[in-house]
C-alpha cells in the first residue's frame, strides 16, 4: 500500500468536520513548499556573485580545474 492510499484510508473514516482538518493542513504544507522553492530560486540567482567566474578561461572546464588544484595543493603532502 502506498503512502496515498494509507492516508485516504484513514481519511475516509473520519468525520467531515477532521477530514477539513486534514485538507487544511496539507494544504498548509503546500503552500510553505511553494514559498521555500520560490524564494530560494528568486533569491540565490540575484546574487551579485553568480556568473563571476564565467569569463575566466580556467573554468571552461571546471572539473579538470579542480583536480588540477588538488593535485598541486596534496603534492606538498606526500
Not at 492516508?7 to 513548499?33: G, N, S, W, Y
Not at 551579485?48 to 588538488?70: H, K, L, N, Q
Amino acid at each position: 500500500m502506498s503512502i496515498e492510499e494509507a492516508i485516504l484510508e484513514k481519511v475516509r473514516v473520519l468525520p467531515p468536520e477532521k477530514q477539513q482538518e486534514v485538507l487544511d493542513f496539507a494544504e498548509f504544507l503546500a503552500q510553505k513548499i511553494e514559498v521555500t522553492n520560490s524564494s530560494i530560486k528568486g533569491s540565490f540567482q540575484d546574487e551579485p556573485f553568480v556568473g563571476i567566474w564565467r569569463e575566466r578561461e580556467e573554468m571552461s572546464d571546471s572539473s579538470a580545474w579542480v583536480r588540477r588544484t588538488r593535485q598541486q595543493e596534496w603534492q606538498g603532502l606526500e
